[in-house]
């Protein structure tokens, strides 16, 4: 099992930059898939983005292409998700996942593992 707790939410502005980190303990966080995922009021929780175990393939959705970029760093078992040029749509909790897998691609779907999330909000 893994434990997976997020930092960087906030508040900020149309066109401002946030970056989220997401810290995984109890497990080799490098045997895992990790995606971030994000869920407005009223919506259902979609994946932004996905990373496979290495870093080597990641996943975004059209939305946020050009604008986010996700990252990790197994050294210090953490996954992070870089926001350039916000926009009030991209306002949500944002959470992150992790699904064990012996395959170093991203995974888009079935995550065993979540956090509690994060609040971001960007004003118009």
């Known amino acids: 099992q893994v434990q997976l707790v997020e930092s960087g939410g906030g508040l900020v502005q149309t066109g401002g930059s946030l970056r989220l980190s997401c810290a995984a303990s109890g497990r080799t966080f490098s045997n895992y898939a990790m995606g971030w995922f994000r869920q407005a009021p009223g919506k259902e929780r979609d994946l932004v983005a996905a990373?496979?175990?290495?870093?080597?393939?990641?996943y975004y959705v059209d939305s946020v292409k050009a604008r986010f970029t996700i990252s990790r760093d197994n050294a210090k078992n953490t996954v992070y998700l870089q926001m350039n040029s916000l926009k009030p749509e991209d306002t949500a909790v944002y959470s992150c996942?992790?699904?064990?897998?012996?395959?170093?691609?991203?995974?888009?779907?079935?995550?065993?593992?979540w956090g509690q999330g994060t609040q971001v909000t960007v004003s118009s």
């Open positions: 996942a992790a699904r064990p897998t012996s395959f170093d691609s991203y995974i888009p779907y079935q995550y065993n593992y």
């Open positions: 990373i496979s175990r290495s870093g080597i393939s990641t």
